[in-house]
């Protein structure tokens, strides 16, 4: 990516994304990795909205107005000194990690959104990478400096730039006529793409990274955001208003969750089961049980809790048989799984007070289903799950929407 400087840096795509992002908690850098960042504003181990929203609108500036690196630091000390934030790291390296991420990834994801423009397209198929100006190159990087291939090569799904923390390397798109001023006729052929495995220390599971690419950064950034199938007009931050459930009536601009749901698979369970029985049923979905819990990344990236928790009243008593609800637990852990939609949204909890809650939603003609997991010192944990009416399942569709089902 070329330097940053208030000449080259604001554009209205990159703005945009910037500042159509959710502020949510975290604990940890890799709470939330890959494509949930193109809707979630995060500062690791920032996880009061009051602090978030600080740093947000430090970012906001330098994004918009160009404000350089130290001026941000300014900012930051600022912030610290008046939220008394305890942060890991050195202030110069927190401020650069905190500073190029969020810069490089709103100039990727404007990028993003110019090149896939269908009149940019039909002039310029090609997209070229583009090495940048890191002190410390990365071998495979150096490698794909120069690289062309068409705009749609899987190739580009895991390897658009920036492909890690500290990367520059950025693309631009070509056509015709710049091949033939290289003297080519035709792209090249996609590099094969090898992995090596890493461990996500979050969920504890090894995951394969393609080589050159550092963990969490093997996705294309913007790439939710500009074919994302939310409705533009709720691709907004989270209200920090807090709306009693009496008062919701859910996004009303959203058609029914009916058209892009697909039928659940999973079958239902037995009618004599124990609650524990029941209970563990589900956790052995995700691999976890009662006496070990654990995280598990939503479709979106988000490391969220499984536990039994989901299934206990506010006494720590199993509620699990209720209405027959029971009997859906394995299609509940379908429901978080693969969701038809996810919300986030501040509520008024009857004996936690104001809590921010994460919601998934899945229709179903036989059942609907509700998980909810609320922010906790833990992080995500499971609250509660029950099977609402069609009417209460679309109030429920308030908040923030983050991830929304491809039709």
């Known amino acids: 990516m070329p330097k940053m400087s208030p000449t080259n840096l604001p554009f209205t795509e990159a703005i945009d994304y910037f500042r159509q992002k959710v502020n949510l908690p975290t604990y940890a850098w890799n709470d939330i990795m890959n494509q949930a960042h193109d809707r979630s504003f995060v500062v690791a181990g920032a996880y009061r909205d009051d602090l978030l929203t600080d740093f947000r609108t430090a970012i906001d500036k330098a994004i918009a107005n160009g404000t350089t690196l130290e001026e941000f630091r300014d900012d930051f000390d600022n912030i610290v000194k008046k ?28 990028r993003l959104k110019q090149m896939q423009d269908p009149d940019v397209i039909k002039m310029r198929p ?190 720590g008593i199993y509620k699990v048989k209720k209405r027959g609800r029971e009997l859906y637990l394995l299609r509940l852990a379908e429901t978080i799984k693969d969701p038809d939609e996810i919300w986030v949204e501040w509520d008024d909890h009857p004996t936690k007070g104001v809590i921010l809650a994460r919601k998934y939603l899945r229709y179903d003609k036989d059942k609907n289903l509700l998980s909810v997991f609320s922010w906790s010192k833990y992080g995500w944990l499971g609250t509660t799950s029950f099977d609402p009416t069609v009417k209460a399942l679309e109030i429920r569709r308030s908040g923030a929407l983050l991830y929304r089902r491809d039709k």
């Open 126 to 315: 090609y997209w070229q990478y583009k090495h940048g100006d890191s002190r410390v190159a990365r071998p495979e990087h150096l490698g794909w400096d120069g690289l062309i291939l068409r705009h749609d090569d899987p190739f580009w799904q895991t390897h658009m730039p920036p492909n890690g923390w500290n990367c520059s390397c950025y693309t631009i798109a070509i056509g015709d006529y710049h091949l033939e001023q290289m003297g080519r006729t035709s792209p090249d052929k996609a590099p094969q793409i090898t992995t090596r495995p890493i461990l996500d220390t979050a969920t504890n599971k090894m995951v394969d990274v393609p080589m050159g690419i550092d963990l969490g950064w093997a996705y294309q950034v913007g790439k939710t955001w500009v074919n994302s199938s939310i409705p533009k007009q709720l691709l907004k931050p989270l209200s920090s208003v807090v709306i009693s459930k009496a008062a919701r009536k859910g996004e009303i601009d959203l058609p029914p969750l009916k058209d892009i749901s697909k039928p659940l698979k999973k079958p239902l369970l037995a009618d004599d089961l124990t609650e524990s029985e029941y209970v563990n049923s589900f956790l052995a979905e995700f691999d976890a049980s009662v006496d070990n819990p654990i995280l598990f990344r939503d479709v979106t990236g988000q490391a969220v809790i499984i536990s039994d928790e989901l299934f206990k009243n506010n006494k």
């Open 83 to 110: 939220h008394g934030w305890s942060y890991n790291g050195g202030r110069n390296w927190r401020t650069r990690v905190i500073y190029q991420t969020n810069l490089r990834s709103a100039y990727a994801a404007g």
